[in-house]
């Protein structure tokens, strides 16, 4: 059981890490390489996500004091943070990729992936400092 809850905890913090340290840097980057990192983020926000139900159910299961209440406002900031990003930088990815888009159209889609990567990062520091903060509540 133990094992078991090592190797989760491992997954979901190294896919968080990605999930979030590639928002952070589109973020900044305006958007750019955006449309090569939107699956792999969207890959690893299913496995965070995944991952943290399997903690939550496994360690925190019938609780909800202060340490849960934290996980939730963190694990609600990261659900908007996914929709976000799947929602406005998905369709913004998509106008890139079907190729019939113009210079006004590219710088477009790119202003809106990195809005919504600013939005998901913003959100996802809330979540990072909530997941950490948890334990100590
Ligand atoms: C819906 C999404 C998420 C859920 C349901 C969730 C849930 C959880 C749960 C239940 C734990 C275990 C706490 C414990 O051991 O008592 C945890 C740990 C952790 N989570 Fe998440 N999480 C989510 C997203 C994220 C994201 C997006 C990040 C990073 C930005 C993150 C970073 C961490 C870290 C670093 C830990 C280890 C904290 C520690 O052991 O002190 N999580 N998460």
Not at 115 to 120: G, I, L, N
Request: positive net charge; proline residues 1%.
């Amino acid at each position: 059981m133990q094992i078991q809850l090592i190797i989760t905890l491992s997954l979901h913090v190294l896919s968080s890490v990605f999930w979030a340290g590639s928002s952070f840097t589109l973020a900044r980057t305006g958007g750019a390489g955006g449309e090569q990192l939107f699956r792999p983020q969207m890959v690893a926000a299913v496995v965070t996500i995944l991952t943290g139900a399997y903690l939550g159910h496994s360690v925190h299961a019938g609780m909800f004091g202060t340490a849960e209440q934290i996980l939730a406002v963190g694990a609600l900031a990261a659900l908007v943070a996914a929709g976000v990003q799947g929602a406005i930088g998905g369709r913004a990815v998509r106008s890139l990729r079907n190729g019939k888009a113009d210079e006004a159209d590219e710088a477009d889609a790119r202003s809106r992936i990195a809005t919504a990567q600013r939005v998901a990062a913003l959100l996802l520091a809330v979540t990072a400092v909530c997941m950490g903060a948890a334990r100590y509540a």
